[in-house]
Nanobody, 114 residues
Framework: VQLQASGGGLVQPGGSLRLSCAAS????????VAWYRQAPGNQREFVAQ???????GYADSVKGRFSISRDNSKNTVYLQLGSLQPEDTAIYYC?????????WGQGTLVTVSS
């Protein structure tokens, strides 16, 4: 199982980005896929997830600003980031669990700065 995260970059406060998590070796519609982030000096924290049934969940800090979605035809999960603030600066990782084992993508850096 491999997850390939992409889409990060430098964005100004108030801007938007779309992150992608492309999976191989598993089918995203049959497992949950979650996004986490880790800011410098901080622990990795949960951001959002979508389960096999399509139900979504979000951390309180991103509710109303971020949106997770899934494209089964591309075997890819997306995280739309909106109204970005400097405190959203972090490396964003995607994760899935297959047969009881967690798999992580390599991370993609989002920097929010003017």
């Amino acid at each position: 199982v491999q997850l390939q995260a992409s889409g990060g970059g430098l964005v100004q406060p108030g801007g938007s980005l779309r992150l992608s998590c492309a999976a191989s070796g598993t089918v995203v519609s049959t497992n949950f896929v979650a996004w986490y982030r880790q800011a410098p000096g901080n622990q990795r924290e949960f951001v959002a997830q979508v389960n096999s049934g399509g139900a979504t969940g979000y951390a309180d800090s991103v509710k109303g600003r971020f949106s997770i979605s899934r494209d089964n035809s591309k075997n890819t999960v997306y995280l739309q980031l909106g109204s970005l603030q400097p405190e959203d600066t972090a490396i964003y990782y995607c994760k899935t669990r297959v047969r009881g084992r967690d798999y992580w993508g390599q991370g993609t850096l989002v920097t929010v700065s003017s």
